[in-house]
């Protein structure tokens, strides 16, 4: 069974291009492997919370904004 990544590989991405860094910038200051980076943002690989904390710190970001959404109920009341 395949397991979902803790980050949102779309969302890094997009934080990243935002940002102005490439892989490897953003690896080197999140203390990572550029090639981590790219399973990363593949959804190949499943960061730590240490490491999500890392690369959030470097984008100026919250963790959060780093994560899939929250997913929805259907049929309950908000």
């Not at 990572?32 to 999500?52: D, F, H, K, N, T």
Request: hydrophobic share 40%; charged share 20%.
């Amino acid at each position: 069974m395949k397991s979902t990544p803790n980050q949102d590989p779309r969302l890094l991405r997009r934080k990243r291009v935002q940002a102005g860094l490439s892989q490897g910038d953003l690896a080197a200051q999140a203390e990572i492997s550029q090639s981590y980076m790219s399973m990363l943002e593949a959804g190949r690989a499943s960061a730590s919370a240490p490491v999500l904390a890392r690369i959030a710190d470097a984008l100026d970001c919250q963790i959060g904004d780093l994560m899939p959404p929250e997913p929805s109920v259907a049929g309950t009341a908000a």
